[in-house]
């Protein structure tokens, strides 16, 4: 496959920056400086950034995308990291947990040992369902509940989220899984196993192109569309824009309909939560991951 090459790069880059970004995570670290600095090592790899880097802490599972003057600082928190790197458009899309407390390696256990569970399911033609039933009844044997409406999904070129859903949970359903690349990612948590969109989004995605009349609204879309259709955040539009005009296009582009926004996904009941996740090639030969699992560094392995 020719793309192959250009996914397993994007998957090797994601697995460094992850771990690199794994160890910034201390206390007394400022969310910000942390979320920086792993943004700028994929950039000196030679990579893009598949969508703005998300550290997500306690009940808020995905989608915390640091602001230009972030003041969070980690003390004791249970952090999502969740790093997506791009190679000509390819992806590589993985996480990780950290507690930094100290006393919730259980819950960050349950998640990382559903995607180990998952990973032995994964075959071309199997059931997906059967990885959602893998993952369910490892995190439920570990005292814990999957988040059911969050889901793996599949990867393409210049896609973070295509089809198919991978499911955290068993659907019962008969589709199969086909060829092709897909990302793996079990939530596990203390709650109910249910999130919502709650609070002020930083995740954005531009959804096409309308005339505009203002020049620097017109020089923002530009900038934006050299995302290639891909995530961003206001903050990198703010290095090179004022807050003012920033604010004025994003306005703009919301009310021309052109734009989409992700607030975080927050725990319903306000429960803890866990991630681990790895991007996956699925094939006729076989299964191709970037191993993260427990948190070690290993080379690409390829399955029979």
Not at 4 to 12: I, Q, W, Y
Not at 130 to 151: C, D, H, M, W, Y
Not at 265 to 277: F, H, K, P, Y
């Amino acid at each position: 496959m020719d793309l192959l090459e250009d996914f397993r790069k994007a998957g090797r880059i994601a697995k460094e920056a992850l771990l690199y970004g794994k160890d910034l995570i201390r206390k007394h670290a400022k969310l910000l400086d942390v979320t920086e600095k792993i943004e700028g090592f994929i950039k000196q790899k030679g990579a893009g950034l598949a969508f703005p880097m998300q550290i997500s802490c306690n009940d808020i599972a995905a989608h915390y995308c640091a602001f230009k003057d972030d003041p969070l600082v980690f003390e004791d928190q249970v952090v999502c990291l969740d790093v997506g790197v791009e190679v000509n458009g390819c992806i590589g899309d993985t996480a990780l947990t950290v507690d930094l407390s100290g006393e919730h390696a259980d819950l960050v256990r349950a998640s990382e040992e559903a995607l180990k569970a998952a990973t032995e399911v994964v075959a071309l033609g199997v059931k997906i369902s059967s990885i959602g039933k893998a993952i369910e009844e490892t995190i439920v044997s570990a005292g814990f509940q999957p988040v059911r409406n969050l889901s793996g999904h599949g990867l393409g070129q210049y896609e973070v989220h295509l089809p198919p859903n991978i499911p955290n949970y068993d659907t019962k359903e008969d589709s199969v899984l086909e060829e092709g690349f897909i990302a793996i990612e079990p939530f596990a948590t203390a709650g109910v196993g249910l999130i919502h969109e709650k609070g002020e989004p930083n995740v954005f995605m531009m959804l096409g192109k309308k005339p505009v009349r203002v020049g620097f609204v017109r020089d923002i879309q530009k900038e934006i569309e050299s995302y290639q259709g891909l995530p961003f955040t206001k903050r990198w539009l703010l290095k090179k824009f004022s807050e003012s005009q920033v604010s004025y296009a994003m306005k703009q582009f919301d009310q021309l309909g052109i734009l989409k926004s992700f607030p975080p996904l927050v725990e319903r009941s306000g429960g803890l939560v866990s991630q681990a996740e790895n991007s996956f090639y699925v094939g006729k030969e076989g299964v191709e991951e970037e191993k993260i699992r427990d948190c070690f560094c290993s080379d690409l392995k390829y399955k029979r």
